[in-house]
């Protein structure tokens, strides 16, 4: 069995930009959930998508986007990068849509300069 | 605004001792609780979950919930510096709800 697998680990971008990341979820979920972690801080909930459609969306702008893709993966895009969006981005899959005991994967790094 | 909140520590006990980590939250509904453990650069992983008020072991840990007090607690028993480690409290309001909300995390140094 396959866990969260998360893609790329590490990524620098220039304030402004636009930026991708992607998330494989663990064989058998169709729930993916993305949190964002700043140094220091404890994970804060970005988003979460079920059956492709998003299901729930914490504090954050509307320059931060997802996607969710019919074999489950799934994508958060953030546009125009501000400095305070550097983090790392968690991506967590579950079994539906409640509960909360998740399983993470490794993160992205992102840094905007 | 749902809060859950940490000493941020650093919390510092000695090799074989009692390690003692609590964490308190603002929403009485909530219905879930997890401990999280999350060494320098790495994600966040799941050590235990409870659910119920009381105590719940599993192994070296024991998480204990008091609902009426919104309190929820980590000991780690014969602590090990291999559980130096941020430990990262999070709490989901129950069925059907979608989001954790972590609390700030406690910095734990087992001095060998």
């Known amino acids: 069995e396959t866990g969260v697998t998360q893609s790329p680990t590490h990524l620098i971008k220039t304030r402004g930009q636009q930026v991708t990341l992607r998330c494989s979820s663990q064989s058998g979920h169709n729930t993916v959930s993305w949190y964002q972690q700043a140094l220091g801080q404890g994970p804060q909930f970005i988003f979460q998508y079920y059956r492709e459609e998003e299901n729930g969306r914490g504090n954050f702008p509307p320059r931060f986007s997802g996607l969710q893709f019919p074999n489950y993966s799934s994508e958060l895009n953030v546009n125009a990068l501000e400095l305070d969006d550097s983090a790392l981005y968690l991506c967590a899959s579950s079994r539906g849509t409640g509960g909360g005991g998740y399983t993470f994967g490794s993160g992205t790094r992102l840094t905007v300069v | 605004q749902k809060e859950v909140e940490q000493n941020s520590g650093p919390l510092s006990v000695p090799e074989g001792a009692i390690a003692s980590l609590n964490c308190t939250y603002s929403d009485r509904g909530s219905q879930s609780f997890f401990w999280y453990r999350q060494y320098s650069g790495k994600s966040p992983e799941l050590i235990m979950f409870?659910?119920?008020?009381g105590d719940k072991e599993d192994g070296r840990f024991t998480a204990q919930l008091n609902k009426a007090s919104q309190y929820v607690s980590l000991l780690i028993r014969d602590s090990q510096p291999s559980d130096s480690a941020t430990y990262l409290c999070a709490v989901n309001a129950g069925a059907g709800s979608y989001q954790l909300t972590f609390g700030k995390g406690t910095k734990l140094s087992v001095i060998p």
């Open positions: 409870i659910y119920s008020n």
